[in-house]
């Protein structure tokens, strides 16, 4: 009996510590929410997730279970997990104009807007982002934002939120709107300026104010419809194949961008040069990326290289991108690093070594679960295997 009851005791305990290594959501209204925060003088986190954001269940998988992550929510914030598509999470989106998943906000214990960050994070770098969170030089001030969720939006605008029943406002309706507007400084005239394209009236507008926009609702929501300005004008580059928007874009950059501009000039240049097919410039550009970034964005080296497989038939320019690609294995040997790896080899006439590299990617491929048959294809051309 004595050994049944330490048995069932030790049971108790470790189902208690099983528990607390979990983050304590505290999925309530967002007014209990803000009471709470202000009660226990912590931050308040908000996880932004959808039902169909696949990034969000990988990041709750492989991030969110870390027991230092967890020690860390639950002692410096209360924690709130929110689908952006559902009550109040709707009003929330709309608010903040939240339409990317997952995406992490942060308020102080007045319930201020204060930090905000998106995108999968691996643990390193989420902790990064919850130190800065806790950080008084990296919080951005939002006094432009109301106390209140209840904002009378117009309709169109209301309808860009929500499920699968969302749509885009019709044609001139969002503009129609600003040229109703007396304060276009106004929590509602920017709702609509920051998610809708505007003509060049309103980018002039804006540009030439974006520092006020920057101090009312904090740099990163400004900068987040700066950055969807010059990334319209680096899609026209693309689709018209003229330099002239592009040479616009790196001008705004230069002009507005206050933060690593140069890095993030080099970001388009490689968007650009790969859509338009310039390989020598798109590889010059790669090279610079590497020299100043490092390995550190695999994924990122590994679509670059894998569009001049694609579509590069210069084997100098090959060579490089195997170059890329080694350095790339030799820091993450997953199977889409280790397949591009073949396929440029393989591409730039080194069978002998796109062979071997092929064959330890269909094994990482099997070991991670991946479908490897575009690799066996591969390694039958190496082969020359009909």
């Known amino acids: 009996m004595k050994k049944i009851l330490s048995v069932f005791v030790l049971f108790i305990l470790l189902s ?16 209990e929410i803000k009471a709470k925060a202000k009660a226990e003088n912590k931050f308040i986190f908000i996880d932004c997730y959808t039902e169909w ?8 998988k492989e991030t969110m279970v870390d027991s230092g992550i967890i020690d860390l929510l639950n002692t410096k914030f209360v924690s709130v997990k929110m689908d952006m598509e559902k009550g109040e999470g709707v009003k929330m989106a709309m608010k903040y104009h939240i339409t990317g998943f997952p995406s992490f906000m942060f308020f102080n214990a007045d319930g201020e807007y204060v930090y905000n960050t998106f995108g999968y994070m691996k643990i390193p770098d989420f902790n990064i982002q919850l130190e800065n969170a806790q950080n008084k030089d990296k919080e951005f001030k939002s006094p432009g934002f109301s106390a209140s969720l209840d904002v009378d939006y117009p309709e169109f605008y209301k309808n860009m939120f929500g499920g699968s029943d969302k749509k885009k406002p019709k044609e001139g309706e969002a503009l129609a709107f600003l040229d109703k507007q007396i304060d276009l400084f106004s929590e509602i005239s920017w709702a609509v300026m920051s ?14 104010n974006i520092n006020r926009y920057r101090n009312l609702y904090g740099a990163p929501c400004a900068n987040d419809k700066l950055n969807m300005l010059i990334d319209t004008k680096v899609q026209e580059a693309i689709k018209t194949k003229k330099e002239a928007p592009f040479t616009e ?19 388009a240049r490689l968007a650009y040069y790969k859509e338009v097919g310039d390989w020598k410039k798109l590889a010059l ?3 610079e990326f590497i020299a100043k970034k490092g390995l550190d ?12 497989y694609e579509k590069c ?26 397949d591009t790896y073949a396929a440029l080899l393989y ?40």
């Open 347 to 386: 591409k730039s006439g080194n069978k002998k070594e796109a062979e071997l590299w092929a064959n330890k990617a269909i094994a990482a491929g099997k070991k991670s679960g991946d479908e490897t048959k575009t690799t066996e294809e591969l390694l039958k051309k190496i082969k020359g295997v009909k």
């Open 313 to 338: 038939n210069d084997k100098v320019l090959l060579k490089k991108a195997c170059g890329w690609m080694k350095g790339v294995v030799g820091v993450d040997a997953s199977y889409a690093n280790l």
């Open 297 to 308: 964005n695999a994924s990122y080296i590994n679509t670059i290289s894998w569009s001049m």
């Open 195 to 208: 998610r809708t394209a505007l003509n060049q009236k309103y980018v002039t507008h804006f540009l030439g």
């Open 16 to 31: 208690g510590l099983a528990k607390a290594k979990e983050i304590n959501y505290y999925n309530k209204s967002w007014a």
């Open 53 to 60: 954001c696949g990034w969000c269940k990988v990041m709750d």
């Open 249 to 267: 874009a790196m001008e705004m950059i230069d002009t507005y961008v206050t933060d690593d501009k140069e890095s993030m000039k080099t970001y």
């Open 285 to 287: 550009s790669m090279d």
